[in-house]
């Protein structure tokens, strides 16, 4: 099918989606779960820009900041107040936590904006993982929390008698529907944004006139791409600090 | 559906979407696993105690900075405060000093005068008496004087004189 | 046949990327419009603003994600 796409194309070659591929580092065969692959070269150079930038960075502990180690300070100022502001002091505990899924995503995110790189966080599988980790880390925690009481964040006690068995099939559906949006609304972004470069790449093959405006149409997607990058981080942080808070206070 | 699309797009090259591709989920989720645990790790071992404490540090540091120059300020104002006290004093004691040595010098003078006064009169009173004395010696050497020249114009007019009319007689013209 | 409508469908599912747009820009310009009546509570806000626009977005990511299967997955 995509091949009649390329043909239908008339001659140019289009392969937004070869990005995403999954392969073998070394060797042929087919991949099992402990397998060498590109995911894992990705994963370990995200785990190595991490060390340098908040272990390295930080390591003359400097009460003057040089520039690595004020970025590093910035980016844990930055989730650090966000936990605090959204969850409130009694959130402050799963920070590490949270910490590690902002770091990890941000870093990923903006490693797969390098030519020729892979985005780890662009696989549904990925994603998916974090945001189930999250959906029951959340449960789990507002269970242990409140008891049967956490049910009472389905039963939204402010609404009109009649209305409340509706707004809470409502609210237990949206419950459950939090992990697939917010998998998807990372993983759908970055797809998105790295699809459409590579669109926009293949666009500059054609030459003279298209060709430039192409290329500064890869420049300006680009650009977005890293403002991107750094919003979904975000948005996937603060969405996991505004569940945490609902697992913590379900009585809104 | 996807299973066999990308089954065969692997090989085709770019068909399917190699993020249904079912057969890498367990090698992305084990891969991926591994790598939250070993950022974890990082993280919460190593990287945010530390950061965690520099920045606490540098809160003391400023708090303490600041608490410093608070103190130091404090200090400084003190020191003015007493520096004006120190000149006011000063110079309540140097007025002082002045209206003392002022009222020793008026009270030096007046004692000065006095004494300059009293010599004076002395001295006056001593000349006055010098000035009598040598009048009265003078009077008396007139006297003399004429009570010799009165005898010797009686002895030669070729009279006999008289001492004792001659004194009385001298003694009331003089006086008259 | 069967392809083709595929990527017929998959045209119509984009439009809801342009809808979700929409949805967007109208988070972005309300939030806009009210911070520039009360500046002061706009920075307090700006969490929420992130968390309504992602919310948008996640409909507008889901008929992108559609189309997307229609173009590679089925047919």
């Known amino acids: 099918m995509a091949d009649e796409a390329h043909s239908a194309e008339g001659g140019l070659s289009f392969h937004p989606l070869d990005q995403f591929e999954v392969h073998r580092l070394f060797?042929?065969?087919?991949i099992h779960w402990y397998t060498i692959t590109n995911v894992t070269m990705w994963m370990a150079i995200a785990v190595v820009c991490i060390v340098l930038l908040l272990v390295i960075g930080t390591r003359k502990r400097a009460v003057v900041p040089s520039r690595t180690q004020s970025v590093a300070e910035t980016l844990y100022g930055f989730v650090y107040t966000m936990v605090e502001d959204v969850t409130g002091k009694d959130g402050i505990k799963y920070f590490p936590y949270i910490f590690t899924l902002f770091i990890f995503i941000l870093i990923s995110n903006f490693l797969g904006l390098l030519?020729?790189?892979?985005?780890?966080?662009?696989?549904i599988a990925v994603t998916a993982i974090l945001a189930f980790a999250v959906f029951f880390t959340v449960t789990i925690i507002g269970f242990v929390k409140n008891g049967a009481a956490f049910l009472g964040l389905f039963w939204v006690s402010s609404a009109p008698l009649?209305?409340?068995?509706?707004l809470a099939i409502i609210e237990v559906i949206s419950y459950f529907v939090r992990p697939v949006s917010h998998s998807i609304r990372l993983a759908g972004n970055l797809m998105a944004g790295h699809a459409v470069l590579k669109v926009f790449a293949g666009f500059a093959q054609v030459g003279f006139i298209i060709a430039p405006v192409a290329i500064l149409g890869v420049v300006a997607i680009y650009a977005l791409e890293v403002l991107v990058s750094a919003i979904q981080a975000y948005v996937f942080t603060i969405l996991t600090c505004v569940y945490l808070k609902d697992a913590l206070h379900p009585s809104h | 559906m996807a299973d066999t699309a990308v089954e065969h797009g692997a090989e085709a090259g770019g068909a399917g979407m190699p993020q249904l591709d079912f057969s890498t989920f367990?090698?992305?989720?084990?891969?991926?696993?591994?790598?939250l645990i070993v950022i974890y790790f990082i993280l919460s071992r190593v990287a945010l105690p530390r950061i965690g404490a520099v920045l606490a540090e540098r809160q003391g540091t400023i708090t303490n900075d600041i608490a410093a120059a608070e103190e130091l300020k404090q200090r400084a104002q003190e020191a003015e405060a007493a520096y004006e006290k120190a000149l006011v004093d000063a110079r309540a004691e140097a007025g002082k000093i002045v209206d003392t040595?002022?009222?020793?010098?008026?009270?030096?003078?007046?004692v000065q005068l006095a004494k300059a006064d009293a010599e004076i009169a002395a001295q006056t009173a001593e000349s006055e008496k010098a000035i009598a004395e040598i009048q009265a010696g003078a009077a008396d050497a007139v006297k003399a004087v004429a009570k010799d020249t009165a005898k010797e114009i009686v002895a030669a007019m070729g009279g006999k004189a008289d001492a004792k009319a001659i004194t009385a007689a001298v003694t009331a013209r003089m006086k008259g | 046949m069967e392809g083709e409508l595929a990527h017929i469908g998959a045209g119509l599912a984009a439009i809801g990327s342009g809808a979700a747009a929409i949805g967007v820009g109208h988070v972005a310009g309300n939030f806009l419009a009210g911070a520039l009546r009360n500046p002061s509570a706009a920075a307090g806000q700006t969490a929420t603003l992130f968390i309504g626009i992602a919310f948008a977005e996640a409909l507008g990511i889901f008929s992108f994600l559609v189309a997307l299967l229609l173009m590679f997955a089925v047919g």
Do not use: C, Y
Request: charged fraction near 15%; glycine fraction near 6%; aromatic fraction near 8%.
């Open chain 2, 26 to 35: 367990p090698n992305q989720i084990f891969w991926l696993v591994v790598t």
């Open chain 2, 101 to 110: 040595a002022k009222a020793d010098i008026q009270a030096e003078l007046d």
């Open chain 1, 27 to 30: 060797g042929e065969g087919p």
């Open chain 1, 115 to 123: 030519p020729m790189s892979f985005t780890t966080t662009s696989h």
């Open chain 1, 162 to 166: 009649a209305l409340r068995p509706i």
